[in-house]
């Protein structure tokens, strides 16, 4: 089998354990060493399939050994959302503070959208499974600070994803190496990283039960106060 053959062997495994459930956000992927026998195909490959994935942004990898080393699933394929699209805004030289900015405005009004849809009668069910397992995901005292941060912007995006406007969806997708890449150089200016994260997940989880309350001033606040709060919390050292 021919290189280029192999390493889409190893991405289609991947991405077809993702969509039939049998992987979720928050697994660990087996080491290139397993993955590489269980396929037959070399190791190179895999680890060629293993950076697509992660530029795709459905895994995070973490260098070194040990139980936590390898590589994190954080997200499921699809969502109307186009590879090609998410590589091409992905290239994010944009500053912050406009990052955030555009975060409070789309994001507050998905939730207050989502709340409302939820608050009327005969509306299409709304999905928030994905938000959910996310959020457990996040619980896991196993992750990394980057894994979290990782999972914690796939959450974001998945609130997006369930709003069903593609648009939104793409855009959100598109600032989410930016939304991830501010979130880690921010974790320098934090006392306490377990502290955080704790507040992170506890704030996570009421806009969720806002959302599922109809509640949708609640829902806009506590996204807006989410985010701006972080935001905030990890930027008193900047210029």
Known sequence: MSETRAWRTVLEHIESRLIEGALHPGDRLPGERALSAELGVGRSSVREALRVLEVLGLIRTQAGSGPNAGAIIIATPGGGMSALMRLQVAASGFPVADIVRTRLILESAVAGELAERLGREASEP???????????AMDSPALSAAEFLALDAEFHLALAEASGNQVITATM?????????????GLAHLDDWRATSQRLRGEHRGIVAAIR?????????RTHDHISG????????HH
């Open 126 to 136: 709304i999905d928030l499974g994905a938000a959910d397992r996310l959020l457990d």
């Open 173 to 185: 997708a598109g600032l989410r190496s930016g939304i991830e890449g501010y979130a880690l150089e």
């Open 213 to 221: 309350a109809a509640d949708a001033s609640s829902a806009r606040a």
């Open 230 to 237: 972080y935001y905030a919390e990890t930027s008193i050292h």
